[in-house]
């Protein structure tokens, strides 16, 4: 019978070949020996279910003839002995032998590679009368019946050796590691023939740190050179000067489309803060830039909200309710895990860094979110409330940019102010705005999702002529998980874009309708890093204007991920 400690080497050898590439870079964990021992040789145990055994009791007079070694084989039975007289394996901890299967030769040739090492270590030590001639010359022939498998052996072992020198030598961090997307679409506007067909691009690189296990630092450095189509008559899904020159919309806004800067420029996107360190119910969100309510409230779309990736919906308004988008920047985020309840509490501010009267992390722009969550197997369901306000024109829907571009709604939604009589006298003053919205999904089948939501929301500007305006926004989505193939996904999203309800009425720009938004795509899932979705957005009312006609994009967009 072989002794207990030349399993152990067998299945430590075993482990050792299969350790992937991404083991070698992590090298934050500690070795622990019995508890690999252990696990190793339950690993090695199970081989013996795979294997067909031989009958113990036949005889082969050639060892390099046999496909395996069987315990009643002279090599079996001599390899038993030096590893009993040099103890050249060690084995399970109790020091027990469990089982007494054949070995492959491959398998028996680790043990034997295992107590030649031993053997030489003793003669280097000047203990060679420890070692006995004759077993000496049962190793001189067990290497000789086994000089392929050795050979192998230590061919594979120097094969590793040197690609763990490499990985340790070019290794970039043992605490970060990169994720990366990149998008490329291929766009056109079909119905405005001032409009052509565009490539466009957009590249995010995220750094994400881990200090604890129970924590991650998140940088990502984002570039673009997306362009929004252009309207001559009004800015309507599209990016273009109005009659007075002033703001810019962007309804329909595509997510590739989602950057701070064009031109492919690089700037930082997002630097943020996630931790539980306190408590593995409660989750802290702290972002220095770029910080949004999405990153950490649950948005109650489980299927279609991608933080704005390119693995979802064509739009930003597919991916969630735009409550969400009221506003940005730097701040605070918590979610409190109870159960199946998540409570949310966050303070987003978007000109934290600047220290002026009208900016600063509390008298600029700012918004605050509260939001009540339940969420079971099938069901979910949340309750929203975000409180903000907004200075020097901004967009109501803008994500805490300082801009008056915003990722959804109409121009009436977003800068009332400008629509007034009076638009000179009030286009910078402060607008305080309360937005109630809730959200849900229901899960028809595990793969088949159903999503709603549906946000009221009133904007006080504290001007003259300026009634309280009355934002409304509404949608449903149906998506299509693993449709045709895992890792597919379909979807269809039907809704109105953040409109203004009670608008002054102007001669100039006709009667106003509600924007119906009408989207459909297919995302087609290449392998693990390529997808290509093509899919298409319908705007009806652009700009809630009845006149101006329907707005009609179509797109192909190939996302990669590393």
């Known amino acids: 019978m072989i002794s207990p400690i030349v399993r152990n080497s067998f299945g430590l050898v075993t482990v050792l070949l299969g350790i992937t590439v991404c083991s070698a870079v992590a090298q934050t964990s500690v070795f622990q020996p019995a508890a690999l021992q252990s696990s190793v040789l339950d690993q090695v145990a199970a081989y013996s279910a795979e294997e067909t055994l031989a009958d113990p009791l036949s005889q082969v007079t050639a060892v390099s003839q046999l496909t395996d070694v069987q315990p009643s084989d002279w090599a079996f039975q001599a390899l038993q002995s030096l590893v009993e007289r040099y103890g050249c394996i060690v084995g399970y901890p109790d020091q027990t032998y469990r089982g007494n299967r054949t070995l492959t030769r491959f398998e028996f040739a680790v043990g034997l590679n295992a107590c030649l090492d031993k053997i030489q270590e003793l003669i280097a030590a000047a203990t060679a009368d420890f070692v006995k001639k004759e077993d000496l010359e049962v190793v001189k022939k067990l290497q000789e019946e086994f000089a392929v498998e050795l050979a192998t052996l230590r061919s594979r072992i120097e094969s590793l050796d040197v690609r763990t020198a490499i990985l340790e030598k070019q290794q970039f961090s043992t605490t970060t590691k990169l994720a990366g997307e990149v998008i490329f679409a291929l766009s056109d506007e079909l119905s405005d023939r001032d409009n052509n067909t565009v490539l466009q691009n957009r590249v995010r690189l995220n750094l994400i740190t881990s200090f604890s296990g129970k924590d991650f630092l998140v940088t990502r450095l984002d570039a673009g050179n997306g362009a929004l189509f252009k309207s001559d008559e009004l800015p309507g899904v599209f990016k273009g000067s109005d009659p007075a020159g002033i703001v810019n919309l962007s309804e329909g806004l595509q997510v590739h489309n989602v950057i701070r800067s064009g031109g492919n420029s690089v700037y930082l996107g997002h630097l943020a803060y996630y931790t539980s360190a306190l408590s593995d119910r409660m989750n802290f969100y702290i972002p220095a830039v770029g910080g949004l309510h999405y990153y950490y409230a649950p948005t109650l779309n489980p299927a279609l909200d991608s933080k704005d990736s390119g693995t979802t919906p064509l739009s930003v308004f597919g991916q969630r309710n735009p409550i969400y988008d009221i506003g940005g920047g730097a701040g605070l985020g918590l979610n409190i895990k109870l159960g199946s309840l998540t409570l949310s509490l966050g303070y987003l501010a978007s000109s934290a860094n600047t220290p002026t009267a009208d900016n600063s992390l509390f008298n600029g722009s700012h918004s605050a979110l509260f939001q009540v969550a339940y969420e079971r197997e099938r069901v979910g369901i949340g309750a929203t409330y975000v409180t903000a306000y907004k200075t020097g024109g901004e967009g109501i829907f803008n994500g805490g940019y300082a801009l008056t571009d915003s990722s959804v709604g109409t121009t009436y939604a977003n800068l009332i102010s400008f629509f007034a009589p009076t638009p000179g006298l009030i286009i910078g003053d402060r607008a305080k705005i309360d937005a109630y919205g809730l959200s ?92 290509i979705t093509p899919g298409f957005i319908w705007i009806l009312n652009p700009g809630q204007i009845s006149t101006t006609n329907d707005a009609f994009v179509g797109t192909i967009r190939t996302t990669f991920t590393f």
């Open 440 to 531: 849900g999904y229901f899960k028809i089948t595990p793969k088949i999702i159903l999503n709603a939501f549906g946000t009221y929301a009133s904007a006080d500007y504290n001007a003259p002529n300026v009634p309280t305006g009355e934002i409304w926004t509404y949608g449903l989505g149906l998506s299509f998980q693993d449709l045709g193939k895992k890792g597919n996904l379909g979807g269809i999203v039907v809704g109105a874009q953040p409109y203004l309800g009670n608008p002054k009425s102007r001669a100039d720009y006709g009667a106003l309708a509600i924007p119906i938004h009408l989207e459909a795509f297919y995302k087609y899932q290449i392998n693990d890093y390529i997808s």
